[in-house]
């Protein structure tokens, strides 16, 4: 589904990704992880088109998407997440998530389309898709699952979620990972999850990537990650 070759992404002189190769089949949710400034967000943002990378490919089903507009690649099937949830608070949770449909499907789809994708959607992240529902009073999780239901509603191939468990505590953050693998297991989604955290995360991903100054330093499954002697110096240290 999606495979990423030799990405690099150079910020002046500095490199922040640096000739990063890895691929995800499929139906594979893909954990990439790293500490804070190993290029996982610069990774991520090169897929999703919000930025160019400076070299490397990103095909997505076999087609090239590197360079493509951020617009473009969420009409091409991915959806993103965003770190920090900006949701239209003068909105209802469902007209959000119909915003995010209509723009998914380039406008090209009538109102009550747009309806059923929403709804569809809210009901995946478990928020509430009655029209009187907002985002007022939605707490750390509930923005998450908003910002969960709003990529879902552009019914992405490939869903990239970045940093998913900030500000969740230890409960909230397994049912978050619970939410993702019911996704994948549920829709056959794809997905590419960042954290900076391994914790929780490496009880539902198939796969691990783990990213340190801007290049891999190791590929594998998550029990490997858990016994790996260079995942565990930039995780704990020498
Ligand atoms: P992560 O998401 O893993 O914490 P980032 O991809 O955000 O890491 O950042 C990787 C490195 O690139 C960091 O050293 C960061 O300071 C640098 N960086 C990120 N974005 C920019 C930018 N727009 N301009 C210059 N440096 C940047
Ligand atoms: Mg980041």
Same mark, same amino acid.
């Not at 239209?88 to 723009?103: D, K, P, V, Y």
């Not at 239901?149 to 397994?174: F, I, N, V």
């Not at 590419?192 to 198939?206: A, K, N, P, T, Y």
């Given at each position: 589904? @999606?495979? !990423?070759?030799? @990405? ?8 922040? =990704?640096?000739? !990063?190769?890895?691929? !995800?089949?499929? #139906?594979?949710?893909?954990?990439? %992880?790293?500490?804070? #400034? ?17 070299? #490397? ?10 360079? %493509? ?52 959607? &809210? ?22 699952? &908003?910002? &969960?239901?709003?990529? @879902?509603? *552009? ?24 939410? @993702? ?8 989604? *794809?997905?590419?999850? =960042?954290?900076?955290?391994?914790? !929780? ?6 796969? $691990?990537?783990? %990213?340190?100054?801007?290049? $891999?330093?190791?590929? #594998? ?18």
């Amino acid at each position: 589904m @999606l495979q !990423v070759e030799g @990405l690099t992404k150079k910020f002046g002189g500095f490199t922040a =990704v640096d000739a !990063v190769s890895f691929s !995800v089949p499929q #139906g594979e949710i893909l954990g990439l %992880l790293g500490p804070n #400034g190993s290029g996982k967000s610069t990774t991520f943002n090169c897929i999703a088109g919000m930025l160019k990378p400076t070299a #490397g490919s990103v095909r997505l089903a076999g087609e090239e998407i590197a360079g %493509l507009t951020a617009d473009e690649s969420c009409r091409r099937g991915i959806g993103r997440t965003f770190q920090i949830p900006r949701p239209f608070r003068g909105l209802s949770l469902l007209e959000n998530a119909m915003l995010a449909a209509h723009f998914g499907a380039g406008g090209h789809i009538d109102k009550p389309e747009a309806e059923r994708r929403a709804r569809d959607a &809210l009901r995946l992240a478990q928020l509430p898709d009655d029209p009187q529902a907002t985002a007022h009073g939605l707490g750390a999780a509930g923005l998450k699952k &908003l910002e &969960l239901a709003r990529a @879902l509603a *552009t019914q992405p191939k490939l869903l990239l979620a970045d940093e998913s468990l900030g500000g969740l505590d230890t409960g909230e953050m397994r049912q978050a990972a619970e939410m @993702l693998k019911r996704i994948r297991d549920e829709r056959g989604i *794809t997905i590419v999850w =960042v954290e900076h955290i391994m914790g !929780v995360l490496l009880s539902v991903v198939d796969r $691990v990537v783990v %990213l340190d100054h801007g290049a $891999v330093i190791f590929k #594998g499954t998550p029990a490997e990650a858990q016994d790996d002697p260079k995942v565990a110096e930039v995780y704990l240290g020498p």
